[in-house]
């Protein structure tokens, strides 16, 4: 199911971005089923931050992966940031000021963190999470606002902002 909303928001699908941002599931046999009305895009994203969260990969700063950072979840992990970094990247501002504001520390983390092992699965989830970041900047300021999105919040580079504020590594890696 992944591949297939990857595949269709492939090539910036800006309506279908657009629609994965609008459309709240509903099952009518089920009352409670999203009663928060949340929308595809931010469930992908809490779906990703689960299994982050889930491991320590992101907090610990050994230079081995162990049990706690749960490498096994590693395949599961890059596949769920390659889906949310196409929900956003293109532009789509939509989905970009969906998901700006949340868990920068795991992000962070992730960047900051060396282990020793060149071969490790950990340096491709480093680079999805690159992806991702660069995911929700990319094109900002470009293509005007929907009205929508202007009554929320007018700046035109507001993820941008958030992001150089509150991601400031202390080294190159």
Do not use: H
Request: charged content about 25%; proline content about 5%; aromatic content about 12%.
């Amino acid at each position: 199911m992944g591949d297939i909303i990857k595949n269709l928001c492939e090539d910036n699908a800006n309506y279908f971005k657009r629609y994965l941002a609008r459309f709240i599931p509903k099952v009518k046999s089920v009352k409670d089923f999203n009663k928060n009305g949340r929308n595809i895009v931010f469930d992908s994203y809490v779906r990703m931050e689960s299994f982050i969260s889930s491991g320590l990969m992101w907090y610990l700063k050994g230079g081995s992966l162990t049990c706690p950072d749960m490498p096994e979840m590693a395949a599961c992990t890059l596949r769920i940031f390659e889906i949310v970094t196409e929900y956003v990247n293109g532009p789509c501002p939509e989905n970009q000021r969906i998901l700006y504001l949340y868990r920068t520390d795991v992000y962070v983390g992730i960047i900051m963190r060396e282990i020793d092992d060149v071969n490790s699965m950990f340096y491709s989830i480093k680079d999805k999470c690159i992806d991702f970041i660069f995911g929700l900047i990319e094109g900002e300021g470009s293509f005007p606002l929907s009205q929508k999105l202007k009554e929320k919040n007018p700046n035109v580079y507001l993820t941008s902002s958030f992001m150089s504020s509150n991601i400031t590594p202390s080294k190159i890696i």
